[in-house]
């Protein structure tokens, strides 16, 4: 298998991948969101998780990009380098932000249906 191949073999994955994440969201999504006290739940569990993960990133973002500033340095990392550096560990903090917003959308639908039984 040639580079070029393996690249787009590479690509095709992760492009079924995500397709799999999303038929699986919207599927989840589409279930009942329970009874007013669980969606209250759902809603704080949320709130509480996102300002968890807001205080956790903007401390663990400043670490990231101080140390990618400073290995751009020691290496001698310049220009385009010392950028992709940075942009990354902005990047790699940015694509967390879904986690905490499905499971505790999902929460309530998937508890749902056991607690009505």
Known sequence: M???????????AALVGLAYAG???AL???EDEGNERMREISAAI??????????EYTF???????LAIIIAF?????????????????ASEEA??????????ASGRTSGPRRMR
Do not use: N, Y
């Open 96 to 105: 967390r932000w879904p986690g905490p917003w499905g499971w505790s959308s």
């Open 23 to 25: 038929l699986q969201t």
């Open 74 to 90: 020691a290496f001698g990392i310049t220009g385009d380098g010392g950028r992709l550096a940075v942009g990354s560990s902005l």
């Open 46 to 55: 949320r709130e509480g998780a996102i300002a968890f993960l807001r205080r």
């Open 60 to 66: 663990v973002f400043a670490v990231a990009a101080v």
């Open 2 to 12: 040639s580079t070029g191949q393996f690249e787009l073999l590479i690509l095709v």
């Open 28 to 30: 989840v999504l589409r």
